[in-house]
């Protein structure tokens, strides 16, 4: 089994070494009244959030 975490948009395992900024997204409903519990965390390198998130959204890394 791969240690490493696998990217919820290419399913390719991240190489934290090499990817510094992968990002694990934790998941809930937005108004589930719920106190923001988290659902579910799902993981994913930086280039393939990037390119799926509007560029007008500043990502932490890139600030």
């Not at 090499?18 to 280039?47: F, I, N, P």
Request: overall charge negative; proline content about 5%; some cysteine.
């Amino acid at each position: 089994m791969n240690p490493n975490p696998i990217c919820c948009f290419c399913y390719q395992a991240i190489d934290l070494d090499q990817d510094g900024a992968a990002t694990e997204l934790r998941l809930g409903a937005v108004d589930s009244g719920r106190g923001g519990e988290v659902r579910q965390k799902v993981y994913t390198h930086s280039t393939c959030l990037r390119e799926r998130v509007h560029p007008s959204i500043d990502l932490w890394w890139e600030l």
